[in-house]
């Protein structure tokens, strides 16, 4: 069965630093895998998709990048900003294209 | 706009009582999912449907039922036999399958306590 599971759970910056939120999934055989970001109390909001044929995505200051044979993903955020405070999530889709299987979470702090 | 919407945003339940969360998408999609998220965990799997009058138990579906009779509606029901429903519910959609650029969408989600 898939886990994933992500490091560290709670990370709190000063503003303008860069940062990396880990991402582990036990199952290589992934067809996809997704970063969102969550505000408390609300939904979720997807960041960046990366297809398991590819090596990262980039969207603004995120990149995104996926070693699949190791079972990682990393979420790279350049030149953090308050705004940027959310939980952040990463989420794998296996191959057989049902489910979305998801880790717990990191919650970002930049402080001002 | 598109997208998925869920009712109601807070709603008390009393012990023994059932009662039924809302989740309707405008996307088109083929996928349904409903999740639990408990503070400062990640999010499980309670049901999901890749069809109009089918769906599965995910992880956790003891205590909650579902029903899929339109492809825009996917409402869950938590029973009087879930025992701890105070939780963040988040209903989901996406296209289903493999297919590339497959990603999923989610509600604002409903609060659910026990009064």
């Known amino acids: 069965k898939q886990e994933v599971t992500q490091i560290p759970a709670a990370l709190s910056v000063p503003e303008g630093e860069n940062l990396v939120l880990n991402c582990s999934f036990t199952?290589?055989?992934?067809?996809?895998l997704q970063w969102f970001r969550q505000d408390p109390g609300k939904g979720l909001t997807s960041l960046l998709l990366i297809q398991s044929s590819q090596r990262e995505q980039t969207s603004g200051r995120l990149n995104a990048s996926l070693d699949k044979s190791s079972g990682r993903s990393t979420l790279y955020i350049a030149a953090s900003q308050p705004g940027d405070s959310a939980t952040y999530l990463c989420a794998v889709k296996d191959n057989y294209g049902q489910n979305f299987v998801f880790g717990p979470g990191t919650r970002l702090s930049v402080l001002p | 706009d598109g997208g998925i919407t869920q009712s109601p945003k807070y709603l008390f339940r009393k012990e023994g009582q059932n009662v039924t969360l809302s989740c309707e998408q405008n996307l088109n999609h083929d996928a349904m999912y409903w999740y639990r998220q408990d503070p400062g965990q990640g999010l499980r799997l309670i049901y999901y449907s890749q069809i109009v009058n089918d769906f599965q138990k995910g992880d956790i579906a003891e205590g909650y039922s579902v029903s899929r009779e339109k492809k825009e509606s996917f409402p869950l029901t938590v029973t009087s036999a879930q025992k701890n429903p105070t939780a963040f519910y988040l209903c989901a959609s996406s296209i289903a399958g493999t297919i590339s650029g497959n990603t999923i969408y989610f509600g604002e989600g409903s609060w659910l306590t026990v009064v």
């Open positions: 199952d290589s055989a992934i067809y996809n």
